[in-house]
């Protein structure tokens, strides 16, 4: 790593950090690119990632040197962890800007405590050459299972439709849909487990319009529905059993043939895939059709 404050940069990471390794390269990652355009790669480890400038007796995770003009904050944000979900707070005294990956989204402020999603980027003015030329660093969020459009697939178990058949879950009422071509049917019979599995799930979307395919770990989802394993009681524990159970379980509910799963798929060694519908429904009749 260069030397802080001499006039090289410093991107990327704190010394022993490493990104190798087949676990390393499953984990969410930040790209750090500085004011210059050199890049490098910084893995999110553990449940907190610190951004800013180096201070004596203190540097954090990722230094952003080198900075001249004194732009950078010796705390500028702080990255942390809840239930899988990575989230980003802006502590800097100049400021942090979000530069989000949906189309048409517009560069702003960071408010608060906010989600990250792939492909986000968190902009750091680095040099201000002039008032029209702003140099930035730039920290592009990078999901190990990005959210993704969903790809075609035909014969999907769907009366012949030709669309891919998804699920779509109604927060407000708690109901859940299957959907697929111009239909959409209402689900029935799922447990409470089986509603936390889908809403979680639902929820890592990118919430634009469309069918879009989203990936978690098994770690995150037994989280997510028994919570972190710090908070279970004495002596009980929860793993990859309890949670294929409830992934059965949410299968003879959503799947047309559970025993071909293609709503809800099993991801070899990292999780399970979900197939998520944003968005309206098109339906011929205008009403959501029942299955029992």
């Known amino acids: 790593m260069a030397p802080v404050g001499r006039g090289r940069e410093n991107v990327g990471r704190r010394p022993g950090r490493t990104t190798g390794g087949r676990r390393a390269m499953r984990r969410a990652q930040l790209k750090v690119v500085s004011p210059a355009g050199r890049a490098g790669i910084h893995v999110l480890e553990g ?17 952003l040197a080198p900075d001249p003009q004194g732009w950078v904050s010796r705390l500028h944000c702080i990255l942390d962890l809840e239930y899988g979900h990575w989230w980003v707070t802006d502590h800097a005294r100049n400021g942090t800007l979000l530069q989000p990956a949906d189309p048409g989204g517009e560069i702003r402020a960071l408010r608060g405590r906010e989600p990250l999603r792939h492909g986000d980027t968190l902009l750091v ?19 190990a299972h990005a959210t993704r459009p969903a790809p075609p697939r035909h014969a999907d178990g769907w009366d012949g439709e ?28 799922l447990r409470p ?17 469309g069918v879009e395919a989203v990936t978690c770990e098994h770690d995150e989802l037994i989280a997510a529905l028994w919570r972190p394993p710090r908070e279970w009681p004495p002596g009980r524990g929860y793993d990859r059993t309890d949670l294929a159970g409830v992934v059965r379980a949410v299968r ?14 099993t991801v070899p060694t990292i999780g399970y895939r979900l197939y998520v519908h944003q968005g309206p429904v098109p339906r011929g009749d205008g009403h959501a059709h029942r299955i029992d």
């Open 252 to 265: 003879r509910c959503v799947e047309p043939d559970p025993g071909d799963p293609r709503v809800l798929e």
């Open 47 to 63: 449940e907190q990632c610190t951004v800013g400038r180096a201070a004596p007796h203190h540097e954090p995770d990722i230094v």
């Open 193 to 209: 487990k089986g509603h936390q599995l889908l809403r979680h799930m639902t929820g890592r979307g990118t919430g634009l319009p």
């Open 125 to 143: 003015l680095g040099d201000m050459v002039s008032e029209e030329e702003l140099l930035y660093w730039r920290l592009t969020y990078v999901d």
């Open 162 to 189: 030709r669309e891919r058949a998804a699920v779509r879950y109604d927060v407000v009422g708690s109901r859940v849909y299957r959907t697929g071509g111009e239909r959409e049917v209402l689900v029935e019979g």
